[in-house]
C-alpha cells in the first residue's frame, strides 16, 4: 500500500554516494580496483557491522572485463542491476526498485489510468500469481482469473522474475495485443489466453440500490480518488434511498487488490466515531501505533446491516477495511478467504524519477491480529461454482442481500450472535 513520500498497501542515497568519485568508462573500462573501498563500516537499528566489499568489486571487474556482452551494457546499468539485487537480497516480494518507466506505471496504477490489459499481480510461493482482473478491463473481459497463474508473456517464461518485470512485459500500446499462457490450481495442464490491451480508466467506487431499503457499494480499489468517489456516493445513497429507509449496506471488496492505505481509514471511518483504531502498523521494533477514524462517519448513526463481500482477491486495504468493519462496527463478511497481504510499503522516489518500495511496518486489524499470508476468514462462507459465467445469479451477492435486509433484531440473534461465537471459538 501507499503513504507520501508516498504509503502503499504495496533510502534515499543509499547508493548513490558509493560510486561516486569513481570515473568507470562505459565501454571496455579499465579499473583500480585498489580505488574501490573493499570494506565500509556501516550502522544498522542493532549494531555497527563491517561490510566487505573487496568481493562485489571483484566480480564487478571479470563481468566488465570478461563478458562477451560487456559492449552491451554501461556501468549505470550494472548500478542500477546492483540496486535490484540489494533490494531483492530482502526476499520480500514487495520490496523492489523501481525504474522510471516501472515508477510511471505504479503511479497511473494507482491512479487507475494506463494502458494495458487491467490486472493486479502478486507474488505466492515465488510465482507470479493474479491477485484480481479489474472490473470492466479487458483482463476480466478475456477470461483471466484471481489466482491464476502466469507461467509466461508472449512466449516467453516468466519464472523467476518479479512483479515489475513481469509488468512490463504484459503493458503495452493500447489496440495491441498479448498472450499469458496460465494454469490454475487443480489444472493438469496450462493454457493461453489472449488479450488485447486497452487504456485502463476505471472509477473506484461505484453504488446500486437493491431494493428493500439495501445499497450495494462496489470498491474495485482503493487510489488517489477513491475518497472523493466514496464521498459521493454515500451523498447519493442518503439522498436517493434516504438515511430513514437505508435498511443495509453491503461492501463489495472482492477482487479489489488494495492500494492507499490512507483511503481504507477514510471509508472504515463512514461507519465509526472519530477517533476509533482502524488498524495498528507495527514497526521492526515492535512499536504499534493505531491509525484511526478521521471523522464520524455518515452512517455511524443509522443502525445498519453491514455486509463485506470478500474472496481470494480481496488484499491490502481491502482486507483492512473488512477487518475493521468487522472488528468495530459489528459487519459480517461473506465470500471465501481474502488474499492475506498485511504489510505496508513505502514509495520513496529516488534520482531521475526512479523509486524504491520498501516494506515499513505490519498492519493489524483493531484487535491486533495479523492476517499476512493467511488471509481473514469469512463469518459466512458462500463458494462460487466453478462453472460460473457472467449473466449467472451471484450466490456471494444473493446471500449479502439476504442478511443486509433483514430485520434488525433477527439480523443480531441470528447472525451476529453466531458469528461472535464463531470467531471467539
Known sequence: MLKNKSTFLLVVGLVVGLFSGYQLGVNGFSANLNKYPPQINVKNATAPQTVDFSEYWKVWEILRTKSIY??????????????????????DPYTHYLDK????????????????????????????????PLDGSPAKK???????????????????????????????EKGTNVT????????????????????????????????????????????TNTNAEWNNVVDEILEKIGANKLKGVIIDVRQDPGGVLNSAVH???????????????ETADGTQTPYKSIRKGKFKDLNLNIVVLIDGGSASASEILAGALRDKADAVLIGVKSFG????????????????????????????????????????????????????????????????????SSFLSNILTKVKTLQKN
Open 180 to 223: 499469458l499462457q496460465v494454469i490454475r490450481e487443480g489444472d493438469e495442464a496450462s493454457h493461453d489466453i489472449t488479450i488485447t490491451r486497452d487504456e485502463i480508466h476505471i472509477d473506484s467506487v461505484s453504488w446500486k440500490d437493491k431494493g428493500n431499503g439495501i445499497a450495494y457499494i462496489r470498491i474495485s480499489r482503493f487510489g
Open 341 to 408: 497481504k498485511g504489510t505496508i510499503q513505502e514509495s520513496i522516489q529516488l534520482e531521475n524519477n526512479d523509486a524504491l518500495n520498501v516494506t515499513i511496518a505490519k498492519w493489524l486489524t483493531p484487535t491486533k491480529k495479523w492476517i499476512h499470508k493467511t488471509g481473514i476468514t469469512p463469518d459466512i462462507e458462500v463458494k462460487i461454482p466453478d462453472d460460473f459465467k457472467v449473466g449467472d445469479n451471484d450466490p456471494q451477492l444473493e446471500k449479502a442481500i439476504e442478511v443486509a435486509g433483514m430485520k434488525k
Open 142 to 172: 478475456a477470461g483471466l482469473r484471481a489466482g491464476d497463474y502466469i507461467l509466461a508473456v508472449d512466449k516467453k517464461s516468466v519464472v523467476g522474475m518479479n512483479i515489475n518485470e513481469v509488468v512490463n512485459l504484459i503493458r503495452g
Open 101 to 132: 518507466k516501472e515508477n510511471q506505471q505504479l503511479t497511473e496504477t494507482i491512479e487507475g489510468k494506463y494502458s494495458g490489459i487491467g490486472a493486479e499481480l502478486g507474488m505466492k510461493d515465488n510465482n507470479v500469481i493474479v491477485v484480481s
Open 267 to 281: 471509508l472504515a471511518s463512514e461507519f465509526l466515531n472519530k477517533g476509533t483504531p482502524v488498524i495498528w502498523q
Open 70 to 91: 560487456r559492449n552491451n551494457i554501461s556501468a549505470q546499468n550494472m548500478v542500477e542491476g546492483s540496486i535490484r539485487g540489494l533490494a531483492n537480497s530482502f526476499k
